[in-house]
């Protein structure tokens, strides 16, 4: 089965600047990576996705690069904020399968 | 509209006794999944549901957990003679069809403790 691997697993930036989580997945089939946030006692949130057939996506502050040959996959969040102070959880998806397998996730503290 | 819900928030057992979460999809939502988080993790899959049927349960971790969707909206996960290592958060999660691209909306899932 598909075997995502996520770093680091803590990540402390000042307010305003830019983080970097990257992720590694296993299954050459997989076409699908969404990243989910997930602030303490809350339920994930989907934040950005991006599909194989795309290297790059942007949504605003959040961006997310996709590397097939490396089989790597990264969300890249500039100017951070406080607020954006979260869990954040990458996830692939195989072709034909429902089922996304997730990281273990990276502990995001920005500080003001 | 209403997002995804889960009954009860909390739920605090013994252990061996036999304990029953809910989920309530979104109104429509043909997919769901059940999925198990432990502290410091990400979710892990436990079952998926599609429609009434459960088309995936490779991550029911034995025969001690067991879910059903009789009616293809709610969705209750039974575990029998709970165990301490059960403990963790029960994340529920639907999709509109379960197809690539489809959204999952989770829902704030239960926090089950077992003593």
């Known amino acids: 089965g598909e075997n995502v691997e996520q770093h680091p697993s803590t990540l402390s930036v000042q307010e305003g600047d830019s983080a970097v989580i990257k992720c590694t997945y296993s299954?050459?089939?997989?076409?699908?990576f969404p990243w989910y946030k997930q602030e303490l006692g809350k339920r994930p949130q989907l934040i950005i996705d991006i599909r194989s057939n795309v290297g790059e996506k942007k949504d605003q502050r959040i961006a997310v690069t996709l590397n097939k040959t490396a089989k790597h996959f990264s969300l890249h969040i500039t100017e951070t904020q406080p607020e954006d102070s979260a869990v954040y959880f990458c996830?692939?998806?195989?072709?034909?399968?429902?089922?996304?397998?997730f990281g273990r996730g990276t502990s995001l503290i920005v500080h003001p | 509209g209403a997002g995804v819900s889960q009954t009860p928030s909390n739920k605090v057992t013994e252990k061996g006794k036999y304990v029953e979460l809910r989920c309530d999809p979104i109104?429509?939502?043909?997919?769901l999944y059940w999925y198990r988080q432990s502290l410091g993790q990400g979710p892990e899959f436990l079952i998926y549901f599609q429609g009434t049927g459960a088309a995936d349960d490779s991550g029911l971790p034995n025969d001690r957990f067991f879910a059903v969707r009789p009616e293809g909206s709610v969705s209750t996960l039974k575990i029998q003679r709970t165990e301490r290592g059960d403990s963790a958060v029960y994340l529920c999660?639907?999709?509109?069809?379960?197809?690539?691209?489809?959204?999952?909306?989770f829902g704030p899932g239960t926090r089950l403790t077992v003593l």
């Open positions: 109104s429509g939502h043909t997919a």
């Open positions: 999660a639907s999709s509109l069809s379960g197809t690539l691209g489809d959204e999952q909306f």
């Open positions: 996830a692939a998806r195989p072709g034909g399968s429902y089922i996304p397998t």
């Open positions: 299954d050459s089939a997989s076409n699908y």
